[in-house]
């Protein structure tokens, strides 16, 4: 397993980084420390989660049980400077997690005092907003987005908000780095240019939605990611298991995530399975196994990219974690383009 630079925070990390949001819910602590055990022996020394997992669903009751997990682990194996742990405070909206308020500077504080006790650590390496109060256009909402409810000075003034109280959070040793998920290019860029102004920290990186099936990072984002050093943290490079092949004929195996989200929060559409049937005949006519083939695709992008690698089996694990093996070649990128052409937006 290589290491990667994480943009400009001078951390090294894995090439890889895994995920662990069904821990505490379709996977039990002992399925999540064997996950973090076989991941650690392979090399990946990157860890994400968030306060609001697991998730399948989100419930009050089990709200940061999966940190809860990854500190008993941490409690029981030791090794916590070996690791580079990111956690995320969660955004508006989320009724289990504080009522749905909407993320201020004071409810970072106390939700970074929280996910320390839970994770049982000092600090937090990589501390991300799980999505922005305003409106936004991930988690599908692209089909009706519409940002002129937003009012840019308020946004300014909340902004500056978040970003005091962290240079506070990294100065008390809380926190080392601010980073951004599920964010727009225009908020990135507001977000860099009032930290440069204010002389406040700079946000690392950006955990957006990236796979074979949901490539909107591909322009705009793209060149922002590359000229500002902010890497992507892709997440659901599997597209919630729909590139395995295990859903093809939409199926819903049992013990899958669609028993519990049967549209996969609406990844699952008409137009969804002619694409996943156009990149499993590529995985096939090359002999590639078709999650390696989706997790090689997202490290082998023109930008910065460390593709988040989930599992509720070790079986599973094992497979994603192969992916740091296979390279893939000319022609079957050139065939990935082809579907892409043709399959362009499927959910």
């Known amino acids: 397993m290589q290491q990667v630079k994480l943009g400009q925070t001078g951390l090294s990390v894995s090439e890889i980084c895994l995920g662990s949001m069904t821990w505490g819910s379709q996977n039990s602590e002992a399925d999540g420390h064997a996950q973090m055990d076989m991941a650690l022996g392979r090399g990946v020394n990157f860890w994400d989660t968030a306060e609001m997992y697991p998730v399948n669903p989100v419930r009050a009751e089990t709200v940061g049980r999966t940190e809860e997990i990854i500190g008993t682990w941490l409690a029981a194996r030791g090794g916590r400077d070996g690791l580079v742990l990111a956690t995320k405070v969660t955004g508006e909206g989320q009724d289990a997690v504080r009522g749905g308020a909407p993320l201020t500077g004071a409810v970072m504080r106390t939700a970074v005092e929280d996910s320390l006790r839970r994770l049982q650590t000092d600090y937090i390496d990589l501390y991300q907003l799980h999505w922005p109060n305003r409106a936004s256009y991930h988690f599908r909402d692209i089909w009706h987005f519409d940002p002129r409810g937003g009012n840019k000075a308020r946004i300014e003034a909340h902004m500056l908000d978040i970003l005091e109280v962290s240079d506070k ?123 390696q083939m989706a997790i090689a695709f997202c490290r082998a ?44 937006m499927p959910y």
């Open 169 to 291: 959070l990294i100065a008390e040793g809380k926190i080392r780095n601010i980073a951004l998920s599920n964010e727009s290019v225009w908020g990135a860029g507001r977000w860099l240019a009032l930290a440069e102004k204010h002389g406040l920290p700079r946000m690392a990186t950006v955990q957006n939605e990236y796979s074979l099936l949901c490539r909107q990072f591909d322009s705009d984002w793209a060149e922002l990611s590359t000229l500002e050093d902010m890497p992507l943290l892709a997440f659901s490079p599997l597209a919630t298991g729909l590139l395995t092949g295990k859903y093809a004929g939409d199926v819903i195996p049992d013990g899958s995530r669609r028993v519990f989200n049967p549209t996969l929060s609406g990844r699952v559409t008409p137009q969804v399975f002619p694409a996943v049937a156009a990149y499993l005949g590529i995985a096939a006519r090359h002999g590639l196994n078709p999650a």
């Open 301 to 344: 992008r023109p930008f910065p990219c460390i593709p988040i690698i989930g599992a509720t089996d070790l079986t599973q694990l094992e497979i994603a974690l192969g992916a740091v093996d296979v390279v893939l070649e000319p022609e079957v990128l050139a065939e990935i383009d082809a579907a892409h052409r043709a399959h362009p």
